[in-house]
């Protein structure tokens, strides 16, 4: 397997940054759509050290969403940011949350997003919504 270890270490040359947790100390992630995807995206990110956190979804939890979403029945109705933010501080207890319920595609909410993406320095968009995504990017 001639030059396998030159791969290998080229890679992680390329990539250490994002697997190494140091590199997410004080750093902000911003998560806009914490539902089938954001949620347990949040949650693996929660365990590999992001510590301060923009959460930023307007939808409640519902029963529809039982089928994909790993929230519990007892969070039916609650809004999906609390949920997020209420299973991060549980594992992380002196994490930084800030829960932004707003929809970006209205224009109070494209505001208050515009103003929030100058305190983060990295942004998730895990929307099912198009018009959500184009937004953000």
Do not use: Y
């Amino acid at each position: 397997f001639h030059g396998v270890k030159e791969m290998e270490s080229d890679l992680s040359s390329r990539i250490g940054h994002l697997l190494a947790p140091d590199a997410l100390v004080n750093k902000t992630l911003m998560v806009v759509g914490l539902g089938s995807l954001g949620f347990p995206a949040v949650q693996h990110l929660a365990m590999s050290g992001v510590q301060r956190w923009i959460l930023v979804d307007f939808d409640t939890f519902e029963a529809s969403n039982l089928v994909k979403h790993p929230g519990m029945r007892k969070e039916l109705g609650r809004m999906k940011i609390e949920i997020s933010k209420d299973w991060i501080l549980d594992r992380i207890p002196d994490a930084q949350v800030t829960c932004l319920p707003i929809n970006i595609t209205t224009v109070d909410g494209k505001k208050t997003f515009k103003q929030a993406l100058e305190d983060c320095d990295a942004v998730m968009v895990t929307t099912d919504n198009k018009n959500s995504r184009l937004v953000a990017n």
